[in-house]
Structures are given as structure tokens and as C-alpha cells.
């Protein structure tokens, strides 16, 4: 079915940045939402960056200010550029993406397996 791909993550100084992307493959589907949230010990998964079906874009408090996130709509990949990280930003990304198969009409949440992003001091 509907996967996503995930590629960058790692560790890197506080203050310095990286790039995480993310790419959706599969079955022919109708893309309405994509984006990365995160999740670190012991807390929620939140919300960092999301494109939605109609341009507008979701920023964490947190994201807003520091991270970017851009999309191509013809290859259905999202990247967010990470900068200025701190500490607390350790956590795991996890792509996001809400799709809609246009075969049956079923809709679905697609998570990728997650990326460690660990920001040292």
C-alpha cells in the first residue's frame, strides 16, 4: 500500500542544523496532508511542521521561527530544514502523511518507522 520514506536525521551540535525529507510511494493515491511530528521519552507525539491539502502550513510554537518546510507536489515528498537546533529537540521524527486511495476511496494516516535526531550540547 501507501509507505513513506524517510531520510536524514542524526546527531548534531546545538545551535547548527539538518535536513530531514520524506518521500510517499505506493498505490495511486490523492495526497492531503503531509509533514513530521515528534516524539521524545516520555512525552506525546506533537506536531512539528505540516503542509495541508490547501498550501497553508502548521508550525509547532516550538518550529515556528527556526524550521522550514517545503514539499514537491509532483514527486510527494516534504523536507523540513532544521535550524538553530536545541537539546530539547531531541526526540524521533516521524513522517506523517494523510492519504486517500483514489482506487477505493479509503482514507488513511501513513507514519514512517521514525529518524533519531539527538542535539547535543
Known amino acids: 500500500q501507501v509507505q513513506v520514506v524517510e531520510s536524514g536525521g542524526g546527531l548534531v551540535q546545538s545551535g547548527g542544523s539538518l535536513r530531514l525529507s520524506c518521500a510517499a510511494s505506493g498505490i495511486i493515491f490523492r495526497l492531503y496532508a503531509m509533514g513530521w511530528y515528534r516524539q521524545a521519552p516520555g512525552n506525546q507525539r506533537e506536531l512539528v511542521a505540516v503542509i495541508n491539502r490547501d498550501g497553508s502550513i502548521n508550525y509547532s510554537d516550538s518550529a515556528k521561527g527556526r524550521h522550514n518546510i517545503s514539499g514537491d507536489n509532483a514527486q510527494n515528498t516534504v523536507t523540513l530544514q532544521m535550524n538553530n537546533v536545541r537539546p530539547e529537540d531531541t526526540a524521533v521524527y516521524y513522517c506523517?502523511?494523510?492519504?486517500?486511495?483514489?482506487?477505493?476511496?479509503?482514507?488513511?494516516?501513513?507514519w514512517g518507522q521514525g529518524t533519531q535526531v539527538t542535539v547535543s550540547s
Open positions: 506523517y502523511a494523510q492519504v486517500r486511495s483514489v482506487v477505493t476511496g479509503s482514507r488513511f494516516t501513513v
